[in-house]
T-cell receptor
């Protein structure tokens, strides 16, 4: 069974803290994504990566950075957490082999972050 | 990116079929039509996808209009476990495979 694992399911952090959200996939996928999901706003793409050390901004990258040092791992970093970053964060991965549009994207279970 | 339009919500009785429509009038020739669903407090999960022909799998069927400007996800016999938000998404080959999620359709299944 394919698996995207997010390291923390629930986190509570203080304003100004540096926060790391880790994601690991076991499918040897080239593409990895970070989304956040908020009520009424749906899923919004923060960053994605199509290869090791490569990254591209999504729709809402401000306040976030990412790291992809190994193919299977994609980290989302909140350099200085703020209350408006309280949200559910979703990691996903997908293969780039073949017809990219026809490849399935696999999601993790989500990480609920509360910044107080 | 081409957009999709779905109804906000749909209700169904348990064990009855559910037909979820999706309009995508600006779809391009290389866009695949994907459906994902999201159960409460979980990440989205893949349901089905197709390009031009109708598709069936163990979860659902996907009927694609001949002009590809609309599609319908069919859950053949709804169960309480099918209560979720269903997203219809277009995925092109030239967008690094990014998914642009809309609001989706909330499916309510009544016993």
């Amino acid at each position: 069974d394919v698996k995207v694992t997010q390291s923390s399911r629930y986190l509570v952090k203080r304003t100004g803290e540096k926060v790391f959200l880790e994601c690991v996939q076991d499918m040897d996928h080239e593409n990895m994504f970070w989304y956040r999901q908020d009520p009424g706003l749906g899923l919004r793409l923060i960053y994605f990566s199509y290869d090791v050390k490569m990254k591209e901004k999504g729709d809402i990258p401000e306040g976030y950075s990412v790291s992809r040092e190994k193919k299977e791992r994609f980290s989302l970093i909140l350099e200085s957490a703020s209350t408006n970053q309280t949200s559910m964060y979703l990691c996903a991965s997908s293969s780039l082999v073949g017809a990219t549009g026809g490849n399935t994207i696999y999601f993790g279970e989500g990480s609920w972050l509360t910044v107080v | 990116d081409a957009k999709t339009t779905q109804p906000n919500s749909m209700e169904s009785n348990e064990e009855e079929p559910v037909h979820l429509p999706c309009n995508h009038s600006t779809i391009s020739g290389t866009d695949y039509i994907h459906w994902y669903r999201q159960l409460p407090s979980q990440g989205p999960e893949y349901v089905i996808h197709g390009l031009t022909s109708n598709v069936n799998n163990r979860m659902a069927s996907l009927a694609i209009a001949e002009d590809r400007k609309s599609s319908t996800l069919i859950l053949h016999r709804a169960t309480l476990r099918d209560a979720a938000v269903y997203y219809c998404i277009l995925r092109g080959a030239d967008s690094w495979g990014k998914l642009q999620f809309g609001a989706g359709t909330q499916v309510v299944v009544t016993p």
